[in-house]
């Protein structure tokens, strides 16, 4: 036997076997620590939940029904359940007044779960550190007000009247009518004037450019992946789209989307400096007013506003098209609901197509305000928990 100065053994076996046992021993502390120790562990839960994260990570990547799981733990344990060792899930709406706060009231940090492997961990909606979003946050709400949006109306207008063109050119031709691929486009183009300044005209595209939607999709697809698998993003960076078409249509998709996003920087920052600083032509969107801002120099990066482009982007296109063909459908699908609404709807809609509505007269419409909120209760737009943790 090969022995060293102080007497251990130098073979190759010899240290993989003590390497081998440090590992199971640090990973049987850090179950014990888990079950027993962590400040979590009086919470009710499946002890394997709460002794390793690949429980989490199996459900996700099996059926990608993790939600439904944690709904059944809810049934089984109570109101509160310990889901994986880090992280616990409240069912009580009465909590959620506590949780959610001003931040003047107290401060809380978000926890940064999948959203890094989406490639937005430092957008304006996923800055984990509570006085960095405060931060971004006051420079842009402006954006988010009922003055912007009643800015846009006219953007809307016209969105509005383009679908309504083409769904009258399809009508009664027999041809299938994807309204999810119709309002991805609506939405696509909308959502890139607001944060843009300038549509890409996807609703002029034939057929609804399945493409775009099919882009969508990818994000939603990777969300299992790249919540248990961050670095997964990073790598297909370096792939060529064209190997990802070859190998998964919807990888393509969200790599696709993530280069549409940066394209939108690029252009946006070569026009701005093209612009002399007193053009009184320039555009006006949230990543305009961003870099003409006093925001520090950091925050203007091109790689961070690529990630909030990406986030704006992916936000404001798949939730609300979701949302949108969820309650359209439904209204479809209950021919009394339909009559009731187009019954409402007659009286602000009867000058139409001469004229479009105005977001103040529908409004006025009850029963088009509670279609639209029991479609925002039904939907299930996020993919992701709203994760909270307290910094006080």
């Given at each position: 036997?090969?022995?060293?100065?102080?007497?251990?053994?130098?073979?190759?076996?010899?240290?993989?076997?003590?390497?081998?046992?440090?590992?199971?021993?640090?990973?049987?502390?850090?179950?014990?620590?888990?079950?027993?120790?962590?400040?979590?562990?009086?919470?009710?839960?499946?002890?394997?939940?709460?002794?390793?994260?690949w429980?989490?990570?199996?459900?996700?990547?099996?059926?990608a029904?993790?939600?439904?799981?944690?709904?059944?733990?809810?049934?089984?344990?109570?109101?509160?359940?310990?889901?994986?060792?880090?992280?616990l899930?409240?069912?009580?709406?009465?909590?959620?007044?506590?949780?959610y706060?001003?931040?003047?009231?107290?401060?809380?940090?978000?926890?940064?779960?999948?959203?890094?492997?989406?490639?937005?961990?430092?957008?304006?909606?996923?800055?984990?550190?509570?006085?960095?979003?405060?931060?971004?946050?006051?420079?842009?709400?402006?954006?988010?007000?009922?003055?912007?949006?009643?800015?846009?109306?006219?953007?809307?207008?016209?969105?509005?009247?383009?679908?309504?063109?083409?769904?009258?050119?399809?009508?009664?031709?027999?041809?299938?009518?994807?309204?999810?691929?119709?309002?991805?486009?609506?939405?696509?183009d909308?959502?890139?004037?607001?944060?843009?300044?300038?549509?890409?005209?996807?609703?002029?595209?034939?057929?609804?450019n399945?493409?775009?939607?099919?882009?969508?999709?990818?994000?939603?697809?990777?969300?299992?992946?790249?919540?248990?698998?961050?670095?997964?993003?990073?790598?297909?960076?370096?792939?060529?789209?064209?190997?990802?078409?070859?190998?998964?249509?919807?990888?393509?998709?969200?790599?696709?989307?993530?280069?549409?996003?940066?394209?939108?920087?690029?252009?946006?920052?070569?026009?701005?400096?093209?612009?002399?600083?007193?053009?009184?032509?320039?555009?006006?969107?949230?990543?305009?007013?961003?870099l003409?801002?006093?925001?520090?120099?950091?925050?203007?990066?091109?790689?961070?506003?690529?990630?909030?482009?990406?986030a704006?982007?992916?936000?404001?296109?798949?939730?609300?098209?979701?949302?949108?063909?969820?309650?359209?459908?439904?209204?479809?699908?209950?021919?009394?609901?339909?009559?009731?609404?187009?019954?409402d709807?007659?009286q602000?809609?009867?000058?139409?197509?001469?004229?479009?509505?105005?977001?103040?007269?529908?409004?006025?419409?009850?029963?088009?305000?509670?279609?639209?909120?029991?479609?925002?209760?039904?939907?299930?737009?996020?993919?992701?928990?709203?994760?909270?943790?307290?910094?006080?």
């Amino acid at each position: 036997m090969e022995k060293g100065a102080e007497g251990f053994s130098t073979r190759p076996r010899d240290f993989v076997c003590l390497l081998l046992a440090a590992v199971i021993a640090h990973r049987i502390s850090l179950i014990v620590y888990r079950l027993y120790l962590s400040p979590l562990a009086k919470f009710p839960g499946p002890k394997i939940a709460a002794a390793t994260s690949w429980y989490e990570s199996f459900w996700d990547l099996w059926n990608a029904q993790f939600p439904e799981v944690v709904k059944n733990m809810h049934e089984k344990y109570g109101p509160i359940v310990r889901i994986n060792p880090r992280e616990l899930v409240i069912q009580d709406a009465d909590f959620y007044s506590q949780l959610y706060v001003p931040g003047g009231k107290r401060r809380t940090h978000t926890i940064m779960g999948m959203r890094a492997g989406l490639g937005m961990s430092d957008a304006i909606a996923t800055t984990s550190q509570h006085e960095l979003h405060h931060m971004r946050r006051k420079a842009v709400e402006g954006f988010f007000s009922k003055q912007s949006v009643t800015r846009m109306e006219s953007r809307i207008h016209h969105e509005a009247r383009r679908l309504d063109e083409k769904l009258r050119q399809l009508s009664g031709n027999g041809q299938v009518i994807h309204l999810d691929h119709a309002f991805s486009c609506v939405t696509g183009d909308l959502a890139a004037q607001f944060a843009c300044g300038e549509s890409p005209e996807l609703i002029e595209e034939f057929e609804f450019n399945p493409e775009w939607h099919n882009s969508l999709m990818g994000i939603l697809t990777m969300v299992p992946y790249v919540r248990n698998f961050p670095w997964i993003n990073n790598v297909m960076r370096l792939v060529p789209v064209w190997v990802l078409k070859a190998l998964n249509p919807e990888l393509a998709g969200f790599r696709i989307f993530h280069l549409f996003s940066e394209g939108r920087i690029e252009a946006i920052k070569r026009e701005m400096n093209d612009q002399s600083k007193d053009d009184e032509n320039t555009k006006s969107s949230i990543f305009h007013h961003i870099l003409r801002s006093d925001l520090p120099e950091a925050e203007k990066a091109t790689d961070r506003l690529n990630r909030e482009a990406f986030a704006l982007l992916a936000a404001g296109t798949i939730t609300t098209a979701g949302t949108m063909t969820l309650i359209t459908y439904f209204v479809l699908e209950n021919p009394n609901i339909e009559k009731r609404l187009r019954q409402d709807l007659h009286q602000v809609t009867a000058c139409y197509p001469e004229t479009v509505p105005r977001w103040a007269d529908l409004e006025k419409v009850p029963f088009l305000t509670a279609c639209i909120k029991e479609g925002l209760r039904y939907v299930c737009n996020s993919p992701d928990e709203f994760d909270e943790s307290e910094a006080e």
